[in-house]
């Protein structure tokens, strides 16, 4: 009988790296290939940046409590987020559907309205695309394309111990608006006359559903003209990202559990769901802010940045990827991330 | 009630245009969006060439007869030919792939070899993706980036009255492979003992599993120092490209029947499923050939080209798009595609 090993026994990272191992690029013109939030290709006195998403209906969105407007928007940040991770301007994106017949040409229009209207707030250009049936469900897949100075780029590989880490925004409420969100479904399902009281929700709602990429953060830098050495854009929760950047940057890392930002709304939800706060915020993702180092020399200018925390610093790599705890123990980080292809991911 | 549009009302591209048709682009960079091959991107003293084309299990493959290392070569050539068609040279893919748990590790490296293959091939460097699970099926979602100097590009609207009309090679075949190997399924499933006898098939199954993009034709064009004046890859069946080259270049054109290059395998397999070997190679699809126009300077030229088929002739857009069949008559040719949301498309 044939060899089967399931692809859960790899987990998602695991299997890309299975998969493309034996990768190289021939171009010149490809500066950078798999490994980073995007792909660098020569393209003139800046470098463009290339980054791909694919959202499954059934696995990243549930069509019972998102808007198809939002998930259109939320489509094209999850994408320009990756062209912000190096650093980059984004400006245009192509959008791919498959769809199945259960969706009208009315439904698609949201879709678009939302599309469109992400590209208005971001500044990118829609400029391609396929669409093309599907046997079942929605397929999403969004190509951003950005550019910025080859100086300029910001690898996941260049953080050096000493360096400050930075997030640009609290972590964690994208997660347990999730959790509010499949309750709130399983509340109507069994009861589809209950009316839901979200109201008081709209910060963790906002943040799953209609999340900002951290734009902001691209503009600061450049204005104070501060190169993070290492970034990356917190997709995975965390813990998985540190990992990432301590993997490309052959180094370790602290993070203080005290100054993980998180949100009042969160912290409260967390609680309601008997969750620790600390793990959604390490584990839950989805919350698109940036994870980036910076050399002790620009800490001055970083205080002042708006809306950054400060959560811990670069080590050595034999210091391994610690936590403090807010009890003063130090523990090893672990991230757990939602990778099963069984699951959610 | 809401209004219901069912988007089988609008086709594929009159759903494509109807939700982009208010898409303006902002960026000076973008030098072109939406409405041909590929997008064109401003990058130094080249332009750089966007394509992305999706491949949904169930609607675009079939994997009870398509092997996954021939579907991941395919997946890069679709993309490739989108590239060749603007007259650029293929340089990167990403790939992005949707996976249910079905696959196994191995399937998943079967699907890689092919899609590695076609790199090799092709010389294109594989710089990135995305893979996530899928509640159902394989979804495969490939972007295609390459580069032309500017004045090279040869976008579908440059047609004019007088110009040649030519393809690089024969129609039909990719649609009769698939013709074949349905009803060998149809067979197997009947009787799953059955031993198909495709040996002597061997070109139609390869033109429909295993094709190849027009990569001499770009060659050849810059080795003779020849620009076509439009072109596009013939990814839906003659008739279907030649409609959206006369829309863009507003021009009509005549296309000789006698002059339709089918193969002699492709002939006498559409008389045995009773099936016109023309109408095969008009509307059926996948030939990943281009159909280009040339100057009438340019004849000479072309004539060495090899494997290349004079076709026609673009006219003025009053006299319509015609086809002068074998039997002396003249027809409105029309394109009829498989463009149904609920069929193969």
């Not at 690898?155 to 880490?165: C, E, H, L, W």
Request: charged share 25%; hydrophobic share 40%.
């Amino acid at each position: 009988m044939e060899k089967r090993t399931d692809i859960n026994t790899l987990g998602e990272f695991g299997l890309i790296e299975h998969l493309t191992k034996d990768v190289t690029t021939q171009h010149a013109n490809t500066l950078l290939g798999i490994g980073d939030d995007a792909a660098v290709i020569e393209a003139g006195d800046k470098a463009m940046l290339i980054s791909t998403d694919l959202l499954v209906e059934g696995i990243h969105f549930d069509l019972m409590y998102t808007p198809l407007k939002h998930l259109g928007y939320k489509a094209v940040v999850v994408n320009v987020s990756d062209i912000y991770a190096m650093n980059g301007v984004a400006e245009q994106i192509t959008v791919s559907l498959a769809i199945s017949n259960r969706f009208s040409v009315e439904a698609l229009e949201e879709l678009y309205k939302g599309i469109k209207l992400a590209c208005k707030m971001y500044n990118v250009d829609l400029v391609g695309g396929d669409t093309t049936a599907s046997p079942q469900g929605l397929t999403i897949s969004i190509t951003a394309t950005g550019r910025a100075k080859k100086e300029d780029i910001v690898y996941r590989s260049g953080a050096k111990a000493g360096d400050i880490m930075c997030i640009t925004g609290d972590l964690g409420a994208a997660y347990l608006g999730l959790q509010l969100l499949e309750r709130e479904k399983e509340v109507y399902l069994a009861a589809p006359t209950a009316q839901p009281d979200l109201e008081e929700k709209k910060y963790l709602i906002e943040r799953q559903l209609k999340p900002e990429a951290a734009r902001d953060a691209i503009a600061y830098f450049k204005k104070k003209n501060i190169k993070p050495t290492s970034m990356i854009d917190i997709s995975d929760g965390l813990a998985s990202e540190v990992f990432h950047i301590c993997k490309a940057s052959k180094v370790g890392a602290f993070v203080e559990e005290a100054k993980i930002p998180i949100h009042p709304e969160a912290e409260e939800m967390a609680l309601k769901f008997s969750l620790d706060p600390t793990m959604c915020a390490l584990n839950g993702g989805e919350d698109y802010e940036l994870l980036f180092t910076i050399d002790e020399k620009d800490l001055q200018e970083i205080r002042y940045m708006p809306s950054v925390y400060i959560i811990g610093e670069i080590t050595d790599a034999k210091d391994g990827i610690k936590l403090h705890t807010s009890g003063g123990n130090i523990h090893d980080l672990k991230a757990q991330g939602w990778k099963h292809f069984d699951e959610e991911e």
